[in-house]
């Protein structure tokens, strides 16, 4: 069980500086943020992350302009994003994925940890992870 324990707390952690890192860069953070972490795999769903700008261009029709400015953000952001999740994990991020999503206000921030000793990404899933 302390492992499960270990996980909640460090998922929780990775959420709240995720949405820190938000909140410091576009001067406005989710308002909820989830985050789950398995094996070499943490996801940060954050919700209703549209500043006061971005929703005047989304109700304009630009909510492609929107999507392209915050995939570029994310990408500048990609070093402070993994280097949050390094601290808090204690294991090197491999791979940084990010998604947004309209309709309802949804980000992904998607993080690829590398294995421990004896472990790979692929292979076969454990039990849980279908």
């Known amino acids: 069980m302390p492992e499960h324990s270990d996980n909640g707390r460090q998922a929780s952690a990775i959420g709240t500086a995720i949405s820190r890192l938000h909140r410091e860069h576009y001067g406005r953070g989710a308002?909820?943020?989830?985050?789950?972490?398995n094996r070499n795999y943490v996801v940060a769903f954050l919700e209703d992350i549209y500043t006061?700008?971005?929703?005047?261009?989304?109700?304009?029709?630009?909510?492609?302009?929107v999507k392209e400015t915050r995939q570029v953000f994310q990408m500048a952001m990609r070093a402070a994003f993994s280097e949050a999740v390094e601290?808090?994990?204690g294991r090197k991020v491999v791979a940084f994925?990010?998604?947004?999503?309209?309709?309802?206000?949804?980000?992904a921030e998607i993080f690829v940890l590398e294995p421990h000793?004896?472990?790979?990404?692929?292979?076969t899933p454990e039990q849980g992870d279908r």
Do not use: K
Request: glycine share 12%; aromatic share 2%.
């Open 117 to 123: 000793a004896g472990e790979s990404n692929g292979g």
């Open 87 to 89: 601290e808090i994990t």
């Open 31 to 37: 308002t909820t943020t989830r985050t789950i972490l």
């Open 97 to 107: 994925m990010s998604q947004v999503h309209f309709g309802p206000d949804l980000a």
């Open 52 to 65: 006061p700008v971005e929703r005047t261009l989304i109700e304009a029709g630009s909510a492609e302009t």
